[in-house]
């Protein structure tokens, strides 16, 4: 009988990418919709639904920042696990290299994402 | 009346052979056996066996799916022998191979130790949690408690699970999904108090993260025992640990 | 006397596994809809650079948010983001602990559809907040 390994560090990990797949799936299609779609082409919403001052005034106000940043990092940090065990699954198990990969980008992208989002000011 | 003989069907059945002593690698061998209807892939094995080439080798025991020793790739599914039937596969020819994702001990048979050695190592019995002596009396439990663990007892080791687990086939040091579910019912057993020792294998690097919830386990399972239910449930309880063990008193596992 | 172990166990290979079932294919089309997970939270931080930059910067984003190419990937970013959605709740009945109601075990079709149920409502409360503050 051999006796239980070392513990696991990915519930980290795990929790993000659980927290990042759960906000794309509630809310993840209409966003695209949104910012892609309908107010590109002005459809249901008006055209200059993401005008500048608009925009700049809700990436200023403290609840826009937090649901810009949650959603941003959240996604990244979904995809980026997602796709380090899909990496593993079709045959690539880079170990550090395919973890730094994945998740050191999640986690450019979560610094960036919060840089800008202070650089845009309150 | 027709003639009997006239009216036999015949069905090829592919085998997946190897033989250590003589194959460097298994290779296909096709046999033509006749059946009726009510024939199962088994019954056509123990034919091939009996009348056809006596050197073919697979485990069976019970012909009635309970004691889970000839689950098989049948079909490229994992499968019960006993449980699946050759005229579903007529008029066409039905592969039979190993279970996949572990060794080839020699033609059907696989390579099960490292499935028994995990099993021990989840301490697969009742852990008292407050043991009684013979004057006390029975362990109680009332059916809402029983209703909680029930489905995952009804797991008959017959490793299905781990033949649909893609992540037990890429690392074998995974727990993987049967394990799991034989855990969790202990775990959830309101009379065993053994969750704590148990947990240490759940939160393991070879525990329950490397599970990515492809739910294929679940759907070959012969019993409905649910195995990536176990194994999902059980990452909600390793993370809360994870992340609660330094403000929970006990320190949550230990 | 001592004979040789005639034991030579045989490890069959996982190249490919992924193809030899209809189901794990299925499985490696919703793990890859993480790309397009991906690619939309790049076009939105590229977005909060173009906005942190100012007005002309970020009205060029917007311009290049209108370009029929810009318009056709984000109609494939909708379609995988939704078959995420989808596969998200799908998997759902298995990863939860049961839930139980008036004595009985809800069934896994229930516990998908109140998912993509509530899915639905945040995705419309989303769309109302908008167009309530930007009418």
């Known amino acids: 009988m051999k006796p239980a390994g070392k513990r696991s560090n990915a519930p980290i990990f795990w929790s993000l990418f659980g927290a990042g797949g759960m906000l794309a799936a509630l809310i993840g299609p209409m966003l695209v919709f949104i910012t892609g779609i309908a107010v590109p082409l002005g459809l249901v919403l008006p055209a200059d639904a993401m005008s500048y001052p608009r925009m700049l005034a809700f990436a200023q106000h403290w609840i826009g920042k937090g649901f810009l940043f949650a959603v941003v990092a959240l996604f990244l940090w979904h995809a980026g696990h997602r796709i380090y065990h899909s990496l593993h699954d079709i045959g690539i198990h880079a170990g550090m290299g395919a973890r730094l990969a994945c998740y050191g980008l999640a986690m450019l992208g979560t610094v960036l994402a919060a840089w800008w989002l202070l650089a845009i000011g309150f | 009346m027709a003639d009997v003989a006239e009216t036999r069907k015949f069905i090829e ?162 727990v993987g999904p049967g394990i799991m579910a034989l855990l969790h019912r202990y775990n959830v057993d309101s009379r065993d108090g053994g969750a704590a020792q148990r947990m240490d294998v759940v939160n393991a690097e070879e525990g329950v993260f490397n599970c990515t919830a492809v739910g294929y386990c679940s759907e070959v399972c012969p019993k409905h025992v649910d195995p990536a239910n176990a194994v999902n449930q059980n990452k909600t309880l390793s993370a809360k640990d994870y992340f609660l063990r330094f403000v929970t008193p006990k320190g949550g596992a230990r | 006397m001592n004979t040789p172990n005639p034991r030579r166990p045989y490890v069959r290979p996982m190249a490919g596994w992924w193809r030899r079932n209809p189901f794990f294919v299925e499985y490696m089309v919703h793990e890859g809809t993480a790309l397009f997970v991906a690619a939309y939270a790049i076009v939105l931080l590229v977005g909060l650079l173009r906005l942190a930059q100012g007005e002309a910067a970020w009205n060029g984003w917007l311009d290049a948010l209108k370009s029929p190419l810009s318009v056709a990937f984000h109609l494939i970013l909708l379609a995988a983001i939704a078959y995420h959605c989808w596969t998200w709740f799908r998997i759902m009945p298995k990863t939860m602990p049961p839930i139980v109601v008036r004595g009985k075990r809800l069934p896994p079709g229930a516990i998908t559809g109140c998912g993509l149920a509530v899915a639905a409502v945040a995705s419309l409360v989303l769309l109302g907040l908008v167009w309530g503050m930007t009418r």
């Open chain 2, 13 to 174: 059945i592919e085998v997946l052979r190897y033989r250590p002593e003589q194959d460097s690698e298994p290779f296909l061998q096709i046999f033509e056996v006749p059946f009726t209807d009510d024939m199962s892939v088994l019954q056509g094995l123990q034919y091939i066996k009996d009348y056809l080439d006596g050197s073919l080798s697979f485990r069976w025991s019970c012909r009635m799916a309970i004691c889970g020793s000839c689950g098989m790739m049948i079909d490229g599914k994992p499968r019960l022998s006993c449980k699946t039937f050759l005229r579903d596969f007529h008029p066409g020819r039905v592969r039979v191979e190993a279970l996949a994702h572990f060794p080839i001990e020699r033609d059907l048979v696989i390579v099960m130790d490292d499935f028994i050695d995990k099993l021990e190592s989840i301490k697969p019995y009742i852990i008292a949690k407050e043991p009684r002596t013979l004057e006390q009396g029975e362990y109680l439990q009332t059916p809402a408690e029983r209703d909680v663990y029930e489905q995952f007892s009804s797991c008959i080791n017959c490793l299905l699970c781990y033949a649909a687990c893609p992540q037990y086939g890429l690392n074998p040091e995974f």
